[in-house]
C-alpha cells in the first residue's frame, strides 16, 4: 500500500466518522419530543419549531410557501422582523398539505408545506402508508392536535382531529440544536 493511499484511507475515514458523529441528533429517552414553539419565517422560507428535549435548544425546521390568503395585494405591506408565530396549524388530506396561520400584518398570512397525510393503524410501512386514503364526507382542513419531531426519523408528526383521532400528517424536517 502506497503512502498516498494510506493517506486517502485515512481522511476518508476519518471524514465518514466525523459526519456520523455530528449529523445524529442525540437519542432521546423517548422519541418523537413534543413542540414547544413554532415559528415561520417569511424571508427564509422556514418554519423553525422549539423541540422540549435535552437542554431546550433542539429545533426542527423545513421549507414551506409563504403567501397572502388575500387576492387582493396590499400596496404597503407593514415592516414586521421575521420569524413570526404562527397562529393556527391545520393539514389537508386532499391537498396532501399542511397551512400555519402567521401573526404577521393583518393577519391573512399563512405558511403551507408538502405532508404525508396517513392513518396510523396502517402506518407499519410506506406502502401501506400510501395505500390508505382519508374517507371523503369529512371537512379539510382539519386542525391539529399535536405536534412532535423526531430527531432520530428526522420527521415531525402532527396528529389530525379527523375520523378516529388515528389519522396524521408527517414531513421531513431538519432537527438540530442551536
Not at 5 to 12: D, K, V
Not at 155 to 172: H, K, P, S, V, Y
Request: proline share 5%; aromatic share 8%; with cysteine.
Amino acid at each position: 500500500m502506497s503512502a498516498r493511499q494510506m493517506l486517502t484511507g485515512t481522511f476518508l475515514g476519518l471524514g465518514a466518522l466525523l459526519m456520523v458523529s455530528t449529523a445524529v441528533a442525540p437519542a432521546a429517552g423517548a422519541a418523537p419530543v413534543p413542540v414547544t414553539t413554532l415559528n415561520c419565517d417569511g424571508d427564509t422560507y422556514k418554519c423553525t419549531a422549539g423541540l422540549r428535549f435535552g437542554d431546550g435548544r433542539w429545533y426542527a425546521d423545513w421549507g414551506v410557501n409563504v403567501f397572502h390568503q388575500s387576492a387582493v395585494r396590499a400596496a404597503s405591506a407593514p415592516s414586521v422582523k421575521a420569524p413570526v408565530p404562527v397562529t393556527t396549524l391545520n393539514c389537508d388530506g386532499d391537498t396532501y398539505k399542511c397551512t400555519a396561520g402567521l401573526r404577521f400584518g393583518d393577519g391573512r398570512w399563512v405558511a403551507q408545506w408538502d405532508a404525508r397525510i396517513f392513518h396510523q393503524a396502517a402506518a407499519t410501512g410506506a406502502q401501506a402508508a400510501k395505500a390508505v386514503k382519508a374517507p371523503r364526507g369529512e371537512a379539510a382542513p382539519v386542525p391539529v392536535t399535536a405536534l412532535n419531531c423526531d430527531g432520530d426519523t428526522g420527521l415531525c408528526t402532527a396528529n389530525l382531529q379527523f375520523g378516529d383521532g388515528r389519522w396524521a400528517a408527517q414531513w421531513g424536517a431538519r432537527i438540530f440544536h442551536q
